[in-house]
């Protein structure tokens, strides 16, 4: 079963473009990450200091896994530009079909 994982992170105002580079160096740790099926980072226009982030994970183990590693990094890798911690679901991936999604489709604007 694919679990999906989603946190929803606030970022102290004018500070989100900031991280990207800490972003950029957990993606490249989750990518050797055991289980690690893909990521959606997702920065709403209409709101410039939050970014939702959803990974895949292979099963409950594997997401369970990263959250004690991966995510814990994470978290303290962007303390500095974070507000409030970040909101944590867990998903049970029902259905998905994500084709074609280039890099350049989803470069920082």
């Known amino acids: ?32 990450t055991d289980g690690f099926m ?3 980072f997702l920065m709403p226009q209409e709101n410039p200091d939050s970014m939702t982030a959803i990974s895949l994970w ?4 594997a997401a ?6 991966l995510f814990q990094e994470a978290s303290r890798d ?3 530009y974070i507000s409030s911690p970040p909101e944590v679901t867990t998903y049970r991936v029902y259905s998905a079909n994500v084709s ?8 920082p604007v």
Request: aromatic share 6%.
């Open 1 to 32: 079963m694919v679990v999906a994982r989603m946190s929803v992170w606030k970022f102290k105002s004018g500070r989100r473009e900031s991280a990207f580079n800490a972003i950029e160096q957990i993606k490249a740790n989750a990518q050797k």
């Open 38 to 40: 893909g990521h959606l």
């Open 58 to 61: 292979e099963n409950e183990e």
């Open 64 to 69: 369970r896994s990263s959250m004690q590693g």
């Open 78 to 80: 962007l303390t500095e």
């Open 100 to 107: 074609d999604v280039r890099p350049q489709m989803a470069q």
